[in-house]
């Protein structure tokens, strides 16, 4: 019975620390931000992944708030033209990140229809539904409707980060070109640890 106080006071403090862990969240660009895009008619860089590139040149590209879409959702930019034209989007923006070395962890939410490749700094850190050679003219492998943000954490943040500017690169495919839908919405959080020592904020019994 003597290792009763012991072992509850060490669960509030491990309690303690997951929930200080759980503060040192950051947002690095919201849902609805602007993005610059480029409709998939043709390739943006002669069919390489120069354009995932942070020096990639995107200056003569439109920009527009997301949701990117047509058919589902509301409000954003709407590709009225897309639909049994072309598969594919391109997408482009920047986000800061002051101590990369700092960042223990990235969440990337995502509402999608169909599938979706990501790039940061150039390096692929995510392919949901994308093919594994893709192309401007390629399809998503598999549906998927829009309608709620999922999570996906991107492992390992520390070695495609930088200080200072970062680009991010989504590609985003259609099931097909007669697909009644098509949506991109975005954002990224990323995590601090928490290093200052747990706290034992109360003993049963006392």
């Known amino acids: 019975m003597k290792l009763k106080p012991f072992s509850t006071a060490t669960l509030v403090l491990v309690a303690g620390a997951w929930l200080a862990s759980e503060v040192n969240a950051a947002t690095l660009f919201s849902r609805g931000a602007k993005w610059s895009?480029?409709?998939?008619?043709?390739?943006?860089?002669?069919?390489?992944?120069?354009?995932t590139e942070p020096d990639f040149d995107d200056s003569d590209w439109p920009n527009g708030a997301s949701p990117i879409r047509y058919g589902d959702g509301n409000g954003g930019t709407v590709l009225g033209d897309?639909?049994?034209?072309?598969?594919?989007?391109?997408?482009?923006?920047?986000?800061?990140?002051?101590?990369?070395?700092?960042?223990?962890?990235?969440?990337?939410?995502?509402?999608?229809?169909?599938?979706?490749?990501?790039?940061?700094?150039?390096?692929?850190?995510?392919n949901v539904g994308g093919p594994g050679d893709p192309d401007y003219d390629s399809f998503a492998t598999v549906g998927h409707e829009s309608g709620n943000f999922e999570t996906f954490a991107l492992p390992n943040p520390a070695q495609f980060l930088v200080g200072g500017e970062n680009q991010i690169a989504i590609m985003g495919f259609n099931i097909n070109l007669t697909s009644s839908d098509f949506m991109m919405n975005a954002e990224l959080r990323s995590?601090?640890?928490?290093?200052?020592?747990?706290?034992?904020?109360?003993?049963?019994?006392?």
């Not at 290093?195 to 019994?205: E, Q």
């Open 37 to 51: 895009y480029y409709k998939g008619n043709d390739h943006p860089s002669d069919g390489d992944l120069e354009w």
């Open 82 to 126: 897309m639909r049994n034209t072309y598969s594919t989007m391109f997408f482009r923006r920047s986000f800061t990140v002051t101590n990369p070395a700092q960042i223990s962890a990235l969440d990337l939410l995502v509402d999608y229809d169909d599938g979706f490749i990501v790039w940061i700094n150039g390096e692929q850190v995510l």
């Open 191 to 206: 995590f601090q640890p928490d290093n200052s020592p747990p706290k034992v904020v109360s003993l049963d019994p006392p």
